[in-house]
C-alpha cells in the first residue's frame, strides 16, 4: 500500500512552485504551460515517482509517455531510472510519438486486412524520393515544393477506407513496393496505420486501454493533426488521465505539420485543467530580461519568468556581435571559445553554436578555423538521434566495458541490459547470476582481444554484429519494438561502425575514439530546431541575418517563435553574430529589424562592433 497523495512530497529535497505541485498531484486530465527552463520533465519525473509511489498508477497499469523527439523521451526515461526502484521503473514506458505508433503496426502488422497490410520489410521514409516517383508512376508531376508537399500532405489527411484516385493508387505502390519502388512509410503513414488497427480492432484496443492507466504528453504544442488523432483513438473518452505539457511560444514546427489550435482541442476534447508554471530554473536574470520581451511580442498575456535564487540579480551576460566578414566571425567566436574553456572551465559541451537554417551553410568555414585554434566542432545533426537509439548505447558500453573493467556505469547498462532480455531479476537465484557474470567475462575479454587486432572497418562490422547477437537480435526486438521493422538494426549499426572506424583513426585509441564520437570533446552545431529541450552555459546564435531568416515575411509569428526557442537555450551567456558579408555575399539584417528591436528593449544586450 502506497503513501497518500496528501503525504507524498518531491523526492531529493526538492521543492516545487505551487502550481507545479498541484499539477503533480492532479489525477484527472490537465494542461501545464511550461516556459524555458520551467523544469517540463522534472515535472512530468515527479509526476511519476507520485503515481507510482502512492499507488494510483495501481499495478500492474503502465506510465505511457510520448514525446515529440527521441531526446525528450530518452532524458525522461533516465531520470525516472534515477528516481525510481527498479519494479517500479518498469511500469514507467517512455516513446516518442512515432516510435509509439510504430511499436504498434509492427506488432499487429497482420491485423490490417491485405490491402492496407504493408511489405513486412518496409523501410522508413528518409527523404521524399520514394513518394515522388509512385507519383509520377500514378501520372502525377510533383515539379515543385509547393506542390510536392500539398499532395504528400494529403496522402494522410483521408481515412484508409476512404482513399480514392491517385492517393489510393500511391499508398498501394508505397505499401507493397513496385518495380524501383521500395516499401516505404512516413511515419505519417505509419500513425495512420496505427489508428485503423486500433479503430477495427476493438480487443487490441482494449488491451491498450488497460495497460496503460495513465499517459503523458511532453512538448504538446508540437503535436500534429495525425498524433493527436492517435491519442483520441487510445484514450478519448476512457478513464485514463492525461497530462500535456507544453509551451505556445515555443510551437516552432507548424512547417512539419503541429496542429496549430491544439492546447484548445486538447482542453475541449479532454475537460482538461490548465496549470501555468513562472518559474524559470535555467537562464540568469538578464537573460530572461530578454525572453520576457520577445515573450509579449508573441501573445498578449504580460509574462514574467523568476529566476531561479541560485543566481544573483546581476548575472548573465548577452552581446550583439557584428562583422564585415564572416572569416573574422569565426575566428572571434574561436577566441571566445578558448577564453571561455582555459578561463572559466567550461566544457565543449556546454557551448553550442546554433543557426535558423541549414548547419551546412556554416559548418565547414566555422569548423575550419575553429581547428586552427585546437578547437573540435561538428554538425551535431548527424550524431544527435544515432546517439539515443538503444542499440547503438548497448554496443558502446559493451565496448566501453570491454576496455575500461572499472567503467561502472557502463557496466551497469550492459549487466541491466542483458538480464532485462533474459527475463531474470536481480534476485534471480546465485547460480544464474554466476553464469550470466561468466559469460560477460568471456565476452568482454574477446572482444577487447579482437579491438586490439582491427585493421578495417569491415572487421569491426563484423564485431559489432557478434555483440549484438550475444544479446539476441530476437531478445532485442522484442524489447524494443522500434527494431522490428526490416533492415533499421542493421542501418544503426553500419552506421555507428563508419563513424566509430572514422574517429578510430584520427585518435589511434579505442576509448578515445568512443568518447569523440559521443561529442566529448567536441563543441556541436546545430539547428535551433536541434537544439530544442537542450541546454548550454554558452549560446553563439551565428547568422542573425535577413538571409538566415528568409522565411520571416510570411511566417513571422512562427520564426519569432524560432527565435525565443533559440535564445532560451542559454544559461549565462548568449551572443548574437552578424557578418554583413558571407560567402561572398552582402547581408543585411532590415527584415528581422523587429528581433533587433526586441533585443534593444530588453535593455541588457550590448552591442560590440568588431573589425
Given amino acids: 500500500m502506497g503513501i497518500s497523495i496528501k503525504e507524498w512530497k518531491p523526492g531529493d529535497g526538492l521543492i516545487l512552485e505551487p502550481a507545479a505541485l498541484e499539477a503533480v498531484k492532479d489525477l484527472n486530465n490537465s494542461l501545464v504551460v511550461a516556459g524555458p527552463g520551467a523544469g517540463k520533465t522534472e515535472l512530468l519525473t515527479q509526476k511519476a515517482s507520485c503515481l507510482l509511489e502512492t499507488n494510483s498508477c495501481a499495478n500492474p497499469s503502465k506510465i505511457l509517455a510520448l514525446s515529440f523527439k527521441k531526446d525528450a523521451a530518452v532524458n525522461l526515461k533516465d531520470r525516472i531510472k534515477l528516481r525510481l526502484p527498479e519494479n517500479l521503473e518498469a511500469r ?18 497482420y491485423a490490417l486486412p491485405e490491402e492496407f497490410r504493408p511489405d513486412p520489410n518496409y523501410e522508413i521514409a528518409g527523404n ?35 482513399l480514392s484516385g491517385v492517393y489510393k493508387d500511391v499508398w498501394d505502390k508505397l505499401l507493397k513496393g513496385d518495380g524501383d519502388i521500395k516499401p516505404t512509410l512516413s511515419f505519417q503513414m505509419i500513425s495512420v496505420l496505427a489508428i485503423y488497427i486500433l479503430e477495427s480492432n476493438p480487443l487490441i484496443l482494449k488491451s491498450l486501454r488497460k495497460t496503460y492507466s495513465h499517459v503523458f504528453l511532453d512538448e504538446f504544442q508540437d503535436t ?4 493527436y488523432a492517435l491519442v483520441k483513438v487510445c484514450f478519448h473518452n476512457t478513464e485514463t488521465s492525461i497530462t500535456a505539457v507544453g509551451d505556445n511560444r515555443q510551437r516552432i514546427m507548424l512547417w512539419a505539420g503541429a496542429k496549430p489550435d ?42 514574467s519568468p523568476i529566476a531561479n535564487p541560485k543566481w544573483t540579480e546581476d548575472e548573465g551576460v548577452a552581446e550583439i556581435w557584428y562583422f564585415n566578414d564572416s572569416i573574422t566571425e569565426a575566428e572571434h567566436i574561436a577566441e571566445r571559445i578558448t577564453q571561455l574553456i582555459q578561463q572559466h572551465q567550461i566544457s565543449y559541451r556546454d557551448i553550442c553554436i546554433i543557426v535558423k537554417q541549414s548547419v551546412l551553410q556554416f559548418c565547414d568555414e566555422i569548423v575550419e578555423v575553429l581547428e586552427k585554434a585546437n578547437i573540435q566542432a561538428r554538425n551535431e545533426a548527424k550524431f544527435q538521434d544515432l546517439l539515443k537509439e538503444d542499440i547503438v548505447l548497448l554496443i558502446l558500453y559493451t565496448l566501453k566495458s570491454a576496455l575500461n573493467v572499472k567503467d561502472s556505469d557502463a557496466w551497469s547498462f550492459i549487466w541491466e541490459a542483458k538480464i532485462f532480455f533474459e527475463g531474470k531479476s536481480s534476485i534471480a537465484p546465485p547460480f544464474i547470476i554466476d553464469e550470466l557474470r561468466k559469460q560477460f567475462k568471456i565476452m568482454l ?25 550475444f544479446y539476441d537480435t530476437n531478445k532485442i526486438k522484442k524489447h524494443y519494438p522500434q527494431y522490428l521493422q526490416g533492415p533499421y538494426i542493421n542501418k544503426l549499426r553500419e552506421e555507428l561502425t563508419d563513424y566509430l572506424y572514422q574517429y578510430f583513426m584520427s585518435k589511434n585509441d579505442w576509448i578515445a575514439a568512443i568518447d569523440s564520437f559521443r561529442g566529448n570533446d567536441s563543441v556541436p552545431i546545430m539547428t535551433i530546431h536541434k537544439s530544442k529541450g537542450l541546454e548550454f552555459d554558452v549560446v553563439f546564435f551565428v547568422g542573425f541575418d535577413d538571409n538566415s531568416f528568409w522565411s520571416f515575411s510570411h511566417q513571422e509569428d512562427e520564426d519569432k517563435c524560432t527565435f525565443f526557442v533559440g535564445l532560451s537555450r542559454s544559461k549565462r551567456n548568449l551572443y548574437f553574430t552578424f557578418s554583413k558579408n558571407r560567402f561572398g555575399r552582402r547581408r543585411t539584417n532590415t527584415d528581422i529589424s523587429i528581433l533587433y528591436q526586441m533585443l534593444d528593449e530588453s535593455g541588457v544586450v550590448k552591442e560590440k562592433y568588431i573589425d
Avoid: W
Avoid at 520514394?130 to 500539398?150: D, H, P, T
Avoid at 500534429?224 to 498524433?227: E, G, I, L, S
Avoid at 485543467?273 to 501573445?299: D, F
Avoid at 582481444?449 to 549484438?468: A, F, Q, S
Fill in 224 to 227: 500534429t493533426r495525425v498524433q
Fill in 445 to 469: 575479454k574477446t572482444v577487447k582481444r579482437r579491438l586490439e587486432k582491427i585493421t578495417h572497418p569491415e572487421e569491426l562490422n563484423i564485431l559489432l554484429m557478434d555483440i549484438v547477437d
Fill in 92 to 109: 514507467f514506458i517512455s516513446h516518442t510519438f512515432d516510435s509509439f505508433a510504430k511499436g504498434i503496426l509492427d506488432r499487429f502488422l
Fill in 262 to 303: 491544439i492546447f484548445d482541442s486538447y482542453k475541449n476534447d479532454f475537460n482538461s485543467k490548465e496549470y501555468t508554471l513562472v518559474m524559470n530554473h535555467r537562464s540568469a536574470p538578464r537573460l530572461l530580461e530578454i525572453q520576457k520581451i520577445v515573450n509579449n511580442y508573441l501573445q498578449d498575456i504580460p509574462f
Fill in 128 to 162: 521524399q524520393n520514394e513518394f515522388v516517383r509512385a507519383f509520377s508512376k500514378c501520372r502525377e508531376n510533383l515539379y515543385n515544393n509547393k506542390i510536392k508537399k500539398q499532395y504528400i500532405d494529403n496522402l494522410t489527411k483521408r481515412r484508409l477506407d476512404y
